[in-house]
T-cell receptor
Framework: KAGVTQTPRYLIKTRGQQVTLSCSPI?????VSWYQQTPGQGLQFLFE???????NKGNFPGRFSGRQFSNSRSEMNVSTLELGDSALYLC???????????FGPGTRLTVT | AQSVAQPEDQVNVAEGNPLTVKCTYS??????LFWYVQYPNRGLQFLLK??????LVKGSYGFEAEFNKSQTSFHLKKPSALVSDSALYFC?????????????FGDGTTLTVKP
């Protein structure tokens, strides 16, 4: 079975721009979560989607948003990029009944 | 609020020796506990979990962890370390009684196994 895929793998943007990241979960997984990983802050939870609905949200500003489609694929969007948004963005999917998460390789976003 | 603490940023062990990576947690309800490993330039990989049942859980690559409710700990262990175990390890907790779906991760512990 294919794992979680994320596109693009690397991205360079300038301050003020916006960006959209994509995540395709493992087939059959309906829950998708997004995390931001930085050396200073570790892994921070952004949000979780289940069956196209946001089920949980972390403490990030409204510039960070997401959505989930009927096929469980998910996107996250960051508007008005700031230098501090440079990070590895990880997507994870799971069966809702088993609780462990399966992570994609991440998208490395660099904001200049 | 739920939280996880990994008190050691770095753990160094010699190959063949036992290893322990420490984790303590805080949740208001029942904890669901996880260990993940991250190799350089890769996403996290699930190692093992505690949901309910036996306090000693076994996972991938010979790793195991012991759930201790009184000490609110979930330490990761392996009887004999391999050089290939060198990686970044994360402990995570989920409290399904109050915060379904949200995982809180520790800051990670870098394990270095020397030949």
């Amino acid at each position: 079975k294919a794992g979680v895929t994320q596109t693009p793998r690397y991205l360079i943007k300038t301050r003020g721009q916006q960006v959209t990241l994509s995540c395709s979960p493992i087939s059959g997984h309906r829950s998708v979560s997004w995390y931001q990983q930085t050396p200073g802050q570790g892994l921070q939870f952004l949000f979780e989607y289940f069956s196209e609905t946001q089920r949980n949200k972390g403490n990030f500003p409204g510039r960070f948003s997401g959505r989930q489609f009927s096929n469980s694929r998910s996107e996250m969007n960051v508007s008005t990029l700031e230098l501090g948004d440079s990070a590895l963005y990880l997507c994870a999917s799971q069966w809702d009944s088993t609780y462990e998460q399966y992570f994609g390789p991440g998208t490395r976003l660099t904001v200049t | 609020a739920q939280s996880v603490a990994q008190p050691e940023d770095q753990v160094n062990v010699a190959e063949g020796n036992p290893l322990t990576v420490k984790c303590t947690y805080s949740v208001s309800g029942n904890p669901y506990l996880f260990w993940y490993v991250q190799y350089p330039n890769r996403g996290l990989q699930f190692l093992l979990k505690y949901i309910t049942g036996d306090n000693l859980v076994k996972g991938s690559y010979g790793f195991e962890a012991e759930f201790n409710k009184s000490q609110t700990s979930f330490h990761l262990k392996k009887p004999s370390a391999l050089v290939s175990d060198s990686a970044l390890y994360f402990c995570a907790v989920r409290d399904f009684n109050t915060n379904a779906g949200k995982s809180t991760f520790g800051d990670g512990t870098t394990l270095t196994v020397k030949p």
